[in-house]
């Protein structure tokens, strides 16, 4: 079993940038495919980014390509996302999952790709 837990949310201009956290505990984290997810107010909960196990694959959201960056430091059992040029649609609470079904990489963006969740950070932009 995984737990997760996220922080690094806060307020912050548009522009701006922040680093989200998320550290996970349990031996299966360092093996697992990790991914953020977004939940804007009014919206579904969309896919940020991914990053497989070893950290040396990623993908990402289409509107966020280039601007943010997931990584992770398994020795720390530990996934960033740090998060540049934000705008203000970039709002919303960010979720870390885990995928510890299989290790197997693909390009998992739906949630229930994912087995394990955090409870969520706030990021807000404002202009």
């Known amino acids: 079993q995984v737990q997760l837990e996220e922080s690094g949310g806060g307020l912050v201009q548009a522009g701006g940038s922040l680093r989200l956290s998320c550290v996970g505990s349990?031996?299966?984290?360092?093996?697992?495919?990790m991914g953020w997810f977004r939940q804007a107010p009014g919206k579904e909960s969309e896919f940020v980014a991914s990053?497989?196990?070893?950290?040396?694959?990623?993908y990402y959201l289409g509107p966020v390509k280039g601007r943010f960056t997931i990584s992770r430091d398994n020795a720390k059992n530990t996934m960033y996302l740090q998060m540049g040029s934000l705008k203000l649609e970039d709002t919303a609470v960010y979720y870390c999952?885990?995928?510890?079904?299989?290790?197997?990489?693909?390009?998992?963006?739906?949630?229930?790709?994912?087995?394990?969740w955090g409870q969520g950070t706030q990021v807000t932009v404002s202009s």
């Open positions: 349990g031996r299966t984290f360092s093996n697992s495919i």
């Open positions: 999952a885990a995928r510890t079904r299989s290790y197997i990489w693909a390009y998992y963006t739906q949630k229930n790709d994912y087995d394990y």
């Open positions: 990053i497989a196990s070893s950290g040396d694959t990623t």
